[in-house]
């Protein structure tokens, strides 16, 4: 799974700016005053073939008692948690505050490991005016600009590195046969009760409180001589008989069982439809290349028209989905649960289908002739042949000319020919186009 990273720190230090250079993107809001970011921010970086999660958080302010200054504290506390690796962020020009002090303080309390980052360090002796940042008792500061990119590499390096898996770990996770099912939803949607009466047991604590389930708890399963592992992303820890509530869902474990996963049940709570955090989750279950089935909950507590409202709001929510399957269910009276079993074997035999070269250039062909890509300007795109080029998300490499100018709308008539084709019910498919290169664009005439 990804390692995590959480930026902490006091307000203005730099860590949104620092988010935005370590994900390559300008997700974050980034502005020059204090307590801008308030709540948790997730994003996905790489590092050569190392790929990590980074979360961004408000200013820290581990004493806070009262207002909006506590809130951002659990919401720090939680991105800790979640986190493997703590990047503590410091203001260079600044210098040393009695907040650092206190973010320091319980940094250490916990043990976690913990990188210190010296930010708007840019032009700066790091061994002479950055010494006062060593009483901190972090050891090494290292100096960065994240508005320059500056120490980016040196900071990732020290940070990632020591959280890659050994051969042996690589190993150990890879099981032929198995299938990998994430149950994956907003809170208290009923996957942890959709799951334990897969089991015929109380395997995993479920009850009526939002965020229970902490882990993604992988359950190994057997169903018809197939075997499976279920993975329960949102949350529930039980030790003798304490419950140990948390106050937001674990996000992180959410991202990793998904990603970890062959399939992803997506559930949605009937009595509530599709909301934000529902299209979120989708959004990362397609941008994942997941295979995927949509199951809606809760069933028997919604009446026709609210029924209809949700089968509206699902279409008009979550369109980039009209691939999979959509199930209607009562976990909790056992009702509508054999059809899902039906789409999940269906969704993974689509992501790993097997595609011949042959077939899909026919196809190909046969499309072209059907209807030829749209003129741009002087140039006709030209589809010669198609291969596959990869599996879980099935992806299929098309060669030819001039196909940069192939549309996007152009791609979505290739793609439900290929679907309906091979079956691909369930799994996103993804086109690539090969340009071919001109052997005469380096010789003068």
Known sequence: MKPVLALVGRPNVGKSTLFNRLTKTRDAIVA?????????????????????IVIDTGGFEPDASAGIYKEMAKQTRQAVAEADVVIFVVDARAGVSAQDHDIANYLRRLGKPCVMVANKAEGMVAGSQLVEFYELGFGEVLAVSAAHGQGIRELLDRALLPLQPGEDEIQEAEQPGVIKLAVAGRPNVGKSTLINVWLGEERLVAFDLPGTTRDAISVPFERNGQKFELIDTAGLRRRGKIFEAIEKFSVVKTLQAIESAHVVLLLIDATQGVTDQDAHI?????????????AVNKWDAVDD?????????VETRLPFLKFANMHFISAQKRQGLGP???????????ATCKMSTPVLTRLLLEAVQFQSPQRSGMFRPKLRYAHQGGMNPPVIVIHGNSLEHVTDAYKRFLEGRFRKEFDL?????????KTSSNPFADKVA
């Open 32 to 52: 020059d005053f204090a307590g801008l970011t308030r709540d948790r921010h997730y994003g996905n970086g790489k590092l050569g073939k190392y790929e990590y």
């Open 282 to 294: 989708a959004g990362y279950i397609l941008e994942n290349g997941r295979a995927v089935v949509l």
């Open 305 to 313: 028209y609210q029924r209809e409202l949700v089968k509206r709001s």
């Open 340 to 350: 899902l079993w039906a789409s999940i074997a269906q969704a993974y035999k689509a």
């Open 425 to 433: 019910v369930g799994t996103p498919l993804r086109i690539e186009m």
